[in-house]
């Protein structure tokens, strides 16, 4: 088992008596449902639908206090905590930015020997492993805990992408991505059974009327890796545009339908000039009933 500690991730607790349904009426995923020892998938959204910021979100035990947990990009830690102050209102509830204390450490490629306080598996993608929030001078002493050998964080970076997961900041834009285009509904990051949270409308929509024709999808590269934003073409046409690579993997954010058309006309996709192909070519492929009007 290999663990490595997160140093771009950062640690949001909300708490108090009112914390369960006021993040429940804002977030994409359930948190009505959530338990310690559990963690959502979800993300804080505009109200036009596009994703603020995505997250990983825990219960706190009640012998460490109790409340939630966010796991989100460091970044954007304290523009998160902000933006759920100004929602707060009179709700009672309690946000802070523990993000100079708390932070998160990966684990993959195996099962922990223990289940350490405020541990989760991730449940993006079971590949994907657990997580555990400690402070960072933790680590060490958690890795040998759990039986995995501690190593750097690219390595983590690089199962991620080999996982297809894709970044916020690297294979998508904040601020600029609906959650289809994320796979975030393929990664049981948005629940579209509980009530309204804030951008609901929109996601409903795109859901009831098919995928988004805008998707995150793995690629595999031929050769050297092309820079992260480059434009992805399919003869002189653009489809989409790089994402994150690590060795032979990539992520890229394509236009579904005109890589499909570009496959059926036998057209090579390359960013930058350089050479990719789709790892799974049928990811671009939609029924007719799933098509978006």
Partial sequence: MKAAFLPDRGVIKVSGEDARNFLNGLVTTDVEQLQPGQARFGALLTPQGKIIVDFLITEVPAGHGGGFLIDAPRALAKGLADKLGFYKLRAKVVVENLSDSLGVLAAWDGEPAATPDLAFADPRNSALGWRILIPEDLKQKLADLIG?????????????????????????????????????????????????????????????????????????????????????????????????????????????????????????????????????????????????A
């Fill in 148 to 292: 995995a050998d501690l190593v750097d964080s690219s390595a983590y970076e690089a199962h991620r992408i080999a996982t297809g997961v894709p970044r916020g900041g690297l294979d998508f834009m904040y601020g600029d991505a609906f959650p289809h285009e994320t796979n975030m509904d393929h990664l049981h990051g948005v629940d579209f059974d509980k009530g309204c949270y804030v951008g609901q409308e929109v996601v409903s929509r795109m859901q009831h009327r098919g995928t988004a024709r805008t998707r995150t999808v793995k690629v595999v590269l031929d050769g050297p890796a092309p820079e992260t934003g480059a434009t992805i073409l399919a003869g002189d046409k653009q489809v989409g545009t790089m994402g994150s690579t690590a060795g032979e993997s990539g992520l890229a954010l394509v236009r579904i339908d005109r890589v499909a058309d570009a496959l059926d006309a036998g057209l090579p996709l390359t960013a930058g000039g350089l050479a990719l192909h789709l790892a799974d070519p049928n990811a671009v492929r939609i029924t007719p009933k799933q098509t978006v």
